[in-house]
């Protein structure tokens, strides 16, 4: 399976319509972390859009996953505001939580559970019924060519198709927002395609996509996206109006732009 290109192409030249085309579900205003005396954070703004596909790009301690704890209802915010999918993200936690879906940096399954107890499991958290759990488990398996390793405990699978099915369970219950962070590290270049294929998939669904990545090209991908220097937003537009901004030819050279000035790291 290979990356459908046209399909990138349109999603990058339509990143400037969605603020007309599609409803705001995610919100932040100047939204804000301290610990201490460091402001991880520092009241960033930003919108996203239903269906978009947004990147969220900084090096190693630009506070990408501050942020992304933050807007998951995992960390409570110090200053600023924010609403996912309607709900607020200081009253009303809960209610994000069962309209998101989240995969993290580390795999994020049990391991020590077959292929079908994990979709069962997780369906069962997402409050799917028998019903709809036995019609997606068989939908989702059959998707991604899993039938005769149904069985089999997820820790005999290679990488690659663990992160291909900790995304299909993250959306098993249709969330209007996924969050993925750095879903693609360390699999080979045939599955990040593979992988962007199933985003893809799950953008025209309707799921709004909020991924981090260090995969420069895997920027291109995106509608539009944000690049943080030092907790600070300092660019957010579609990669190709960046690209043009900066007058380079690629998104590396966007970043080395925009970061070389950083003062701090993890």
Same mark, same amino acid.
């Given at each position: 399976m290979e990356l459908n290109k046209d399909n990138n192409k349109s999603l990058s030249n339509a990143g400037s319509q969605l603020s007309v085309e599609r409803e705001v579900v995610i919100k932040t205003d100047k939204l804000t972390?301290? =610990?201490?005396? =460091?402001?991880?954070?520092?009241q960033i703004t930003f919108e996203v859009y239903s269906g978009e596909i947004f990147g969220f790009l900084g090096a190693n301690g630009a506070g990408k996953t501050t942020a992304m704890k933050m807007l998951c209802g995992l960390s409570k915010p110090s200053s600023g505001n924010a609403t996912i999918a309607g709900f607020d993200i200081y009253r009303q936690t809960e209610q994000i939580k069962r309209h998101i879906g989240y995969?993290? #940096? %580390?795999? *994020?399954l049990y391991e020590d559970l077959t292929i079908v107890e994990n979709i069962q499991f997780f369906g069962g958290i997402y409050?799917? *019924?028998d019903q709809q759990l036995k019609t997606k488990s068989n939908e989702l398996i059959e998707t991604l060519g899993l039938q005769k390793e149904a069985n089999k405990l997820v820790n *005999?699978?290679?990488?690659g198709w663990k992160q291909k099915l900790a995304f299909s369970v993250a959306v098993l219950h249709e969330p209007r927002i996924v969050f993925l962070d750095e879903p693609t590290g360390g699999v080979d270049p045939i599955t990040r395609r593979q992988f962007w294929?199933?985003?893809? #998939?799950?953008?025209? %669904?309707?799921i709004t996509i909020f991924v981090t990545t260090h995969y420069m090209d895997e920027a291109e991908y995106c509608n539009r996206i944000s690049m943080m220097v030092d907790g600070e937003i300092k660019a957010l537009d579609t990669p190709a109006d960046l690209k043009q901004k900066y007058a380079v030819s690629s998104m590396d050279e966007v970043f080395y732009e925009l970061a070389r000035g950083a003062k701090r790291n993890e």
């Amino acid at each position: 399976m290979e990356l459908n290109k046209d399909n990138n192409k349109s999603l990058s030249n339509a990143g400037s319509q969605l603020s007309v085309e599609r409803e705001v579900v995610i919100k932040t205003d100047k939204l804000t972390k301290r =610990f201490g005396d =460091f402001i991880a954070t520092n009241q960033i703004t930003f919108e996203v859009y239903s269906g978009e596909i947004f990147g969220f790009l900084g090096a190693n301690g630009a506070g990408k996953t501050t942020a992304m704890k933050m807007l998951c209802g995992l960390s409570k915010p110090s200053s600023g505001n924010a609403t996912i999918a309607g709900f607020d993200i200081y009253r009303q936690t809960e209610q994000i939580k069962r309209h998101i879906g989240y995969m993290s #940096q %580390k795999f *994020s399954l049990y391991e020590d559970l077959t292929i079908v107890e994990n979709i069962q499991f997780f369906g069962g958290i997402y409050g799917l *019924s028998d019903q709809q759990l036995k019609t997606k488990s068989n939908e989702l398996i059959e998707t991604l060519g899993l039938q005769k390793e149904a069985n089999k405990l997820v820790n *005999s699978l290679p990488l690659g198709w663990k992160q291909k099915l900790a995304f299909s369970v993250a959306v098993l219950h249709e969330p209007r927002i996924v969050f993925l962070d750095e879903p693609t590290g360390g699999v080979d270049p045939i599955t990040r395609r593979q992988f962007w294929d199933l985003i893809y #998939q799950a953008a025209d %669904k309707g799921i709004t996509i909020f991924v981090t990545t260090h995969y420069m090209d895997e920027a291109e991908y995106c509608n539009r996206i944000s690049m943080m220097v030092d907790g600070e937003i300092k660019a957010l537009d579609t990669p190709a109006d960046l690209k043009q901004k900066y007058a380079v030819s690629s998104m590396d050279e966007v970043f080395y732009e925009l970061a070389r000035g950083a003062k701090r790291n993890e």
